[in-house]
C-alpha cells in the first residue's frame, strides 16, 4: 500500500484525528474492491465498521489517483470542522497510479470503551460524555428495535443481550446520529465479502413508490396495520427531498431546507405528529439496508400509532447521483388537518 503517515495526513488539516478503527475499515474496504468499478454499499461499510469497532457510522469515498498519492478530491470532500475522524488506505496499480479509500466521521463527544464481543444474558455499561438529551436505541438480531432512556454523563446498564447475533447500537442527540455500532452477542461478526460492481440505478419515482410499500410490508409482518397514503402532504415531502438533494445533506432539516412538519404549518393545520425518516443511496435496495441498519429509523417505521404515510424522493445533480428520499409517518390525535383557506375569518 501507498504510505502515507499520521502526521502527514494531519499536517494537510489540523482538524483532521488519525483512527485506527477507521483505518482498519478502509483497509478492509479496499481489499475487498476486486474489480474496476466496485462500489462501496451500505452493507460492505457497515460490515467494515462492525469488525473494526469503530463506534461511529462514518463516511467512506473511493477516488483512483494516476500518480499514486492521494486525490485532492477526497479531501475536500471531508467536512471543514473541528474534530473530525479520519482512516484511510490505498492499493497500488501497475501503471504507477493508487486508488484510495477514505473514511471519516465528525467527533461528536466522547464515549466510553465498549467491546465488539459480548457473551450471552452478559449487560454492559454505555456512558457518554458531551451530548445534549441524548437518545438510546437498540436493534436485536430478531429485527426488533427499542427506545431506552439515557442520561449524558451517566453509565446506562444495558441487560437486553438474551438472544445471540448482532445488535446495532445507536445513541441519537437532536436529529444527528452520535454514534452507531454493532455488538456481537456469541457470535462472530460477518465475513468481508468482495465489494460488487456497478450500482443498478432507479429514479426517484420508483424509489419512493418501492420503500413506501416496504414500509407497509413491515407493518403487516409484524402485526401493525398498514398506513394509509396521505397525499395531501406530498408535494411538501418532494420539496424537502429536492432541497435536501441540492445541498447533499441527509438531515431532517437544514438552514435551506426547513423539513416537512415546517412546511405543513403553512398548508393544513399543524395537528400531525411527525415520524420522519430520511436516507440517501442510489436504489430502493440500499436505501432500505440503510434504514433498517438503523435502530432508531427502524422504530419510526414500526410507529404503533401512527396511521398514514407519504413518501417523496429527488435525485441529486452529481456523477454518480444518489436518491433522496424523505419518509414521512403521521399520526392525528385530533384528527387529520383541513387545508387552510387563505382570506377566511
Given at each position: 500500500?501507498?504510505?502515507?503517515?499520521?502526521?502527514?495526513?494531519?499536517?494537510?488539516?489540523?482538524?483532521?484525528?488519525?483512527?485506527?478503527?477507521?483505518?482498519?475499515?478502509?483497509?478492509?474496504?479496499?481489499?475487498?474492491?476486486?474489480?474496476?468499478?466496485?462500489?462501496?454499499?451500505?452493507?460492505?461499510?457497515?460490515?467494515?465498521?462492525?469488525?473494526?469497532?469503530?463506534?461511529?457510522?462514518?463516511?467512506?469515498?473511493?477516488?483512483?489517483?494516476?500518480?499514486?498519492?492521494?486525490?485532492?478530491?477526497?479531501?475536500?470532500?471531508?467536512?471543514?470542522?473541528?474534530?473530525?475522524?479520519?482512516?484511510?488506505?490505498?492499493?497500488?496499480?501497475?501503471?504507477?497510479?493508487?486508488?484510495?479509500?477514505?473514511?471519516?466521521?465528525?467527533?461528536?463527544?466522547?464515549?466510553?470503551?465498549?467491546?465488539?464481543?459480548?457473551v450471552l444474558d452478559q449487560g454492559l455499561p454505555l456512558r457518554t460524555d458531551g451530548l445534549v438529551d441524548p437518545r438510546l436505541f437498540i436493534g436485536s438480531p430478531d429485527g426488533r428495535a427499542k427506545e431506552l432512556a439515557m442520561t449524558d454523563g451517566t453509565a446506562r446498564w444495558l441487560d437486553v443481550f438474551h438472544v445471540p447475533g448482532e445488535y446495532r447500537v445507536?445513541?441519537?442527540?437532536?436529529?444527528?446520529?452520535?454514534?452507531?455500532?454493532?455488538?456481537?452477542?456469541?457470535?462472530?461478526?460477518?465475513?468481508?465479502?468482495?465489494?460488487?460492481?456497478?450500482?443498478?440505478?432507479?429514479?426517484?419515482?420508483?424509489?419512493?413508490?418501492?420503500?413506501?410499500?416496504?414500509?407497509?410490508?413491515?407493518?403487516?409482518?409484524?402485526?401493525?396495520?398498514?398506513?394509509?397514503?396521505?397525499?395531501?402532504?406530498?408535494?411538501?415531502?418532494?420539496?424537502?427531498?429536492?432541497?435536501?438533494?441540492?445541498?447533499?445533506?441527509?438531515?431532517?432539516?437544514?438552514?435551506?431546507?426547513?423539513?416537512?412538519?415546517?412546511?405543513?404549518?403553512?398548508?393544513?393545520?399543524?395537528?400531525?405528529?411527525?415520524?420522519?425518516?430520511?436516507?440517501?443511496?442510489?436504489?430502493?435496495?440500499?436505501?432500505?439496508?440503510?434504514?433498517?441498519?438503523?435502530?432508531?429509523?427502524?422504530?419510526?417505521?414500526?410507529?404503533?400509532?401512527?396511521?398514514?404515510?407519504?413518501?417523496?424522493?429527488?435525485?441529486?445533480?452529481?456523477?454518480?447521483?444518489?436518491?433522496?428520499?424523505?419518509?414521512?409517518?403521521?399520526?392525528?390525535?385530533?384528527?387529520?388537518?383541513?387545508?387552510?383557506?387563505?382570506?377566511?375569518?
Amino acid at each position: 500500500m501507498v504510505a502515507l503517515r499520521a502526521e502527514s495526513m494531519a499536517g494537510l488539516n489540523p482538524n483532521l484525528h488519525p483512527d485506527a478503527g477507521l483505518r482498519a475499515a478502509a483497509e478492509e474496504l479496499i481489499a475487498g474492491a476486486t474489480r474496476v468499478g466496485a462500489r462501496l454499499t451500505p452493507g460492505a461499510m457497515r460490515v467494515a465498521l462492525g469488525r473494526s469497532g469503530y463506534p461511529r457510522d462514518a463516511r467512506f469515498l473511493r477516488a483512483h489517483s494516476p500518480d499514486a498519492t492521494i486525490p485532492q478530491a477526497l479531501l475536500e470532500a471531508i467536512p471543514d470542522q473541528v474534530g473530525v475522524d479520519i482512516g484511510w488506505a490505498s492499493r497500488p496499480d501497475a501503471a504507477g497510479g493508487a486508488t484510495w479509500i477514505v473514511g471519516w466521521a465528525p467527533r461528536i463527544g466522547t464515549i466510553d470503551p465498549i467491546p465488539r464481543d459480548i457473551v450471552l444474558d452478559q449487560g454492559l455499561p454505555l456512558r457518554t460524555d458531551g451530548l445534549v438529551d441524548p437518545r438510546l436505541f437498540i436493534g436485536s438480531p430478531d429485527g426488533r428495535a427499542k427506545e431506552l432512556a439515557m442520561t449524558d454523563g451517566t453509565a446506562r446498564w444495558l441487560d437486553v443481550f438474551h438472544v445471540p447475533g448482532e445488535y446495532r447500537v445507536e445513541v441519537v442527540e437532536g436529529d444527528r446520529v452520535a454514534y452507531l455500532f454493532s455488538l456481537f452477542v456469541d457470535a462472530a461478526p460477518p465475513a468481508a465479502t468482495p465489494l460488487p460492481g456497478p450500482a443498478e440505478r432507479q429514479d426517484a419515482n420508483t424509489v419512493a413508490a418501492d420503500l413506501a410499500a416496504r414500509v407497509n410490508h413491515l407493518r403487516v409482518s409484524t402485526g401493525l396495520a398498514p398506513l394509509r397514503p396521505f397525499a395531501r402532504l406530498e408535494p411538501e415531502t418532494i420539496a424537502q427531498a429536492a432541497c435536501l438533494a441540492s445541498t447533499g445533506e441527509v438531515a431532517h432539516s437544514t438552514p435551506r431546507c426547513p423539513g416537512v412538519p415546517a412546511m405543513a404549518e403553512r398548508s393544513s393545520h399543524p395537528r400531525a405528529r411527525h415520524h420522519e425518516d430520511v436516507v440517501a443511496a442510489d436504489n430502493t435496495e440500499e436505501s432500505w439496508e440503510r434504514l433498517f441498519d438503523s435502530p432508531g429509523h427502524r422504530l419510526n417505521l414500526l410507529c404503533p400509532s401512527c396511521t398514514h404515510l407519504t413518501v417523496g424522493a429527488a435525485t441529486e445533480a452529481t456523477d454518480p447521483a444518489r436518491v433522496f428520499t424523505v419518509i414521512e409517518l403521521m399520526e392525528f390525535p385530533e384528527g387529520e388537518p383541513v387545508p387552510i383557506i387563505r382570506g377566511r375569518r
